[in-house]
C-alpha cells in the first residue's frame, strides 16, 4: 500500500514548488523570436546590446556583374563593451592584412603589403560608431553588425524606412542555427537593399547579403565620370602615358573612359558569413594592444594628435595663399576685418566627412555676417568637387596645390579647424573632430555672435 508521510508532504511541496519555479524562470529566458520583421531585428539589436563580449570568423566574399568574382577575405572579429574591439581581415592568401583596432582610448588602423603607414584616431564611444578609414568601408573591416551592438534605439541608423519597408525574406539553416531572413535598405553610401539572417533562438547575425546599389549609382554618375576624365587629362598621368608609348589625344582619353565604362558592373551581391561565434567568454587584454608593427610609420588623425598650433595663440596666422574651385588664387589679407574659420579636411577622412555639415552650418548661419568660411584639401580637384556636389556643400571650397598652407599650419592631422580673428591672430587651433560647442566658443571669443 502507498503512504505518504508528513515529511514525503513536505518533500514534494518543496519538489513541486521548485519544479514550478524553474518552468517560469525557463518560459521567461526562453524568448520566441518576434513575429514580424522589424521586431526581429530590434530583437536581435536588443541582445547585441547586453554582450559584455563578444568573438567570431567572417568569410567575406563579393561578386560584380558578370565580371569573375575576386578573391574573398577572411576576417576575426574581437569585442569588449563597448568600445574595445580588434579587427583582423586576411587578404590575397595573407598578401595584405589589415587590422583595426581600439583599447578604449586610442583607435589604430594599419595594413601589411601594401607600403602604407598606420592611422591613429581617438576610440570611437561604440563600434557601431566606428567612422575611420578601415571599420567604415565593408571591403577593408567595416560591416553592418557592429551597428547592432548599439541596440534597438538606433534602428533608423541601420534601416532606411524611406527606401523600402523592412519584410520576411527566406527561412534555412546557417551553421547549424534554424534562422530567418529579414529584407531591408540600409542606410548609408554603401550597402544599399540588404537582408540579414538572424537566428530564431539565439538571435544572432550569421549572415549579411547586400547589393551596394548606391555605390554602384555613384561609379555610374556623370560626376565620376567627369572626375576619371580629369584624372586622364592630368599631367601627372600623361607623362606616364607618353613614357609607355601611350597617346595623349582626346580621342583615346574618349576610348580609355569608354572602355572603363563598359566594364562598370551594373550588379553587385556582397555576402558575410559569421561562424564560431561566442559570447561572454574572457578576452586576453593583449588581443587590444594598439602598437602597430616597428616598422610602419604613424599618421594621427581625427583627434589621435595633441594641438600644436603653428604659432601661439593670440598672435598673427602665418600667411597662406589657397586656389578656389574656379582657380583664383586668396590670401589671408584678402579676408581682412572678417573672422576667418579655415577647416582642413579630405574626402578620404572619415571624421572630416562628419564634421563638414557643421562647417556648412556655420557658412549658412555666419557667412556675410563677419564670417568667412574656407575649407582647405590638399587633393586634386577632379577629386574634391565630385564630392562637394554629391553632398550639396555649398560653402567655399579651396585647394592647396603645393601642400604649403598645410605646412604653414602645421597640419599632421585632420581634420583640423582653425580661428582666426578680425585683426589676422590665430583665436583657436582645434584638431580632432570637435563638438559645436568648442567652434561656436572660439568664434564667439573672436568676436561672432555665433551660438
Not at 207 to 229: F, N, V
Amino acid at each position: 500500500m502507498l503512504t505518504i508521510t508528513r515529511r514525503g508532504i513536505t518533500h514534494l511541496s518543496l519538489f513541486l514548488s521548485l519544479s514550478l519555479f524553474l518552468s517560469s524562470q525557463l518560459a521567461g529566458g526562453a524568448q520566441t523570436a518576434p513575429a514580424t520583421p522589424a521586431e526581429l531585428l530590434k530583437w536581435s539589436m536588443a541582445k547585441y546590446a547586453k554582450l559584455t563580449t563578444f568573438q567570431a570568423d567572417c568569410n567575406w566574399s563579393a561578386s560584380y556583374g558578370s565580371l569573375p568574382s575576386g578573391p574573398g577575405s577572411t576576417r576575426t572579429i574581437w569585442y569588449k563593451k563597448p568600445n574595445i574591439f580588434k579587427v583582423v581581415s586576411t587578404m590575397a592568401a595573407g598578401q595584405m592584412v589589415q587590422t583595426s583596432v581600439s583599447d578604449g582610448s586610442k583607435l589604430v588602423e594599419y595594413a601589411t603589403g601594401v607600403g602604407t603607414g598606420a592611422q591613429r584616431y581617438a576610440s570611437p564611444p561604440s563600434i557601431g560608431e566606428a567612422s575611420s578609414m578601415q571599420m567604415s568601408h565593408p571591403m577593408f573591416c567595416g560591416s553592418l553588425l557592429y551597428r547592432f551592438f548599439d541596440g534597438p534605439g538606433r534602428f533608423a541608423e541601420l534601416v532606411d524606412l524611406s527606401k523600402q519597408p523592412v519584410t520576411f525574406g527566406t527561412s534555412e539553416t546557417i551553421d547549424g542555427q534554424a534562422c530567418k531572413s529579414v529584407k531591408f535598405y540600409a542606410v548609408g553610401p554603401t550597402y544599399g537593399k540588404t537582408e540579414v539572417a538572424i537566428g530564431t533562438t539565439d538571435g544572432l547575425v550569421h549572415r549579411i547579403r547586400y547589393g551596394s546599389e548606391p555605390l554602384l549609382k555613384m561609379m555610374q554618375s556623370g560626376d565620376a565620370q567627369a572626375a576619371l576624365q580629369e584624372v586622364l587629362k592630368s599631367p601627372e598621368l600623361q607623362e606616364q602615358l607618353q613614357k609607355a608609348g601611350g597617346s595623349k589625344s582626346d580621342k583615346s582619353i574618349q576610348d580609355a573612359l569608354a572602355s572603363i565604362k563598359n566594364m562598370m558592373p551594373s550588379s553587385s551581391l556582397t555576402t558575410e558569413l559569421y561562424v564560431h561565434i561566442t559570447m561572454g567568454q574572457k578576452i586576453e587584454p593583449g588581443v587590444f594592444n594598439t602598437t602597430p608593427p616597428a616598422d610602419l610609420a604613424v599618421q594621427d588623425v581625427g583627434g589621435g594628435a595633441t594641438p600644436q598650433p603653428p604659432v601661439a595663440l593670440g598672435t598673427p596666422a602665418p600667411a597662406f595663399s589657397v586656389t578656389s574651385m574656379d582657380g583664383v588664387k586668396h590670401k589671408l589679407s584678402d579676408f581682412k576685418g572678417q573672422i576667418v574659420l579655415i577647416d582642413f579636411w579630405a574626402t578620404w577622412c572619415p571624421p572630416c566627412r562628419k564634421g563638414l555639415p557643421e562647417t556648412q552650418k556655420f557658412f549658412s548661419d555666419y557667412g556675410g555676417k563677419g564670417l568667412a568660411v574656407l575649407t582647405v584639401s590638399d587633393e586634386p580637384k577632379a577629386t574634391v568637387q565630385p564630392f562637394l556636389k554629391e553632398n550639396k556643400f555649398t560653402f567655399p571650397a579651396y585647394l592647396d596645390t603645393d601642400g604649403a598652407t598645410n605646412k604653414a599650419y602645421k597640419i599632421e592631422a585632420i581634420p583640423t579647424v582653425v580661428v582666426i580673428d578680425k585683426s589676422g591672430n590665430l583665436v583657436s587651433y582645434t584638431v580632432g573632430l570637435a563638438p559645436r560647442e568648442d567652434i561656436v566658443t572660439a568664434l564667439k571669443k573672436a568676436g561672432l555672435a555665433a551660438k
